[in-house]
T-cell receptor, first 113, second 115 residues
Framework: AQSVTQPDIHITVSEGASLELRCNYSYGATPYLFWYVQSPGQGLQLLLKYFSGDTLVQGIKGFEAEFKRSQSSFNLRKPSVHWSDAAEYFCAVAPGGGNKLTFGTGTQLKVEL | DARVTQTPRHKVTEMGQEVTMRCQPILGHNTVFWYRQTMMQGLELLAYFRNRAPLDDSGMPKDRFSAEMPDATLATLKIQPSEPRDSAVYFC?????????????FGPGTRLTVL
């Protein structure tokens, strides 16, 4: 069965600093990979997804993620964080061709002004 | 701006009572998912439907939980009888059904507290 690990439970960055959130997955074949963001009291919103092609994926709100097969990773990045980016971020994996998402435990991002 | 809606947003009930949560998927979407979010377990998939038919409910406790789609515009998740351990936020999500790369659009959730 597939699994997702987000090793950082909490991360604090200063506004304007760069951000990288880590995600490692375990799956036998090439998975479909997603990053979602959850603001307090809200549902999850898709930031970006990867299923094939270019390993660097651009998403909404200035986020990008890079799929590295050799490292089984799909890390999320943003060059300059805004205070409004404070939220919880979830990495998720779905087996190729399937719709069942397995989520990581999430990383809580705090942005210091 | 099409959105998934969920009702109620908050529910407080006593142990043993029946709880029904409702979800209206985005019009035209043919896949519906139910998730449960808790601090201890994170986000867990409970069940999902395609074209109103249940495809997978392996994540759902069968003895007390049931999920249905009476029609294409309504999905329900019922707990009977409810227990304190069912306290969680329950999310519904819908998708267009595109294989694999399907984007799931989440509702705002129902926060359930069972006393």
């Amino acid at each position: 069965a597939q699994s997702v690990t987000q090793p950082d439970i909490h991360i604090t960055v200063s506004e304007g600093a760069s951000l990288e959130l880590r995600c490692n997955y375990s799956y036998g074949a090439t998975p479909y990979l997603f990053w979602y963001v959850q603001s307090p009291g809200q549902g999850l919103q898709l930031l970006l997804k990867y299923f094939s092609g270019d390993t660097l994926v651009q998403g909404i709100k200035g986020f990008e993620a890079e799929f590295k097969r050799s490292q089984s990773s799909f890390n999320l990045r943003k060059p300059s964080v805004h205070w409004s980016d404070a939220a919880e971020y979830f990495c998720a994996v779905a087996p190729g061709g399937g719709n069942k998402l397995t989520f990581g435990t999430g990383t809580q991002l705090k942005v210091e002004l | 701006d099409a959105r998934v809606t969920q009702t109620p947003r908050h529910k407080v009930t006593e142990m043993g009572q029946e709880v029904t949560m409702r979800c209206q998927p985005i019009l035209g979407h043919n896949t519906v998912f139910w998730y449960r979010q808790t601090m201890m377990q994170g986000l867990e998939l409970l069940a999902y439907f395609r074209n109103r038919a249940p495809l997978d409910d392996s994540g759902m406790p069968k003895d007390r939980f049931s999920a249905e789609m009476p029609d294409a515009t309504l999905a329900t998740l019922k707990i009977q009888p409810s227990e304190p351990r069912d306290s969680a936020v329950y999310f519904c999500a819908s998708g267009s059904g595109q294989q694999g790369a399907d984007t799931q659009y989440f509702g705002p959730g129902t926060r359930l507290t069972v006393l």
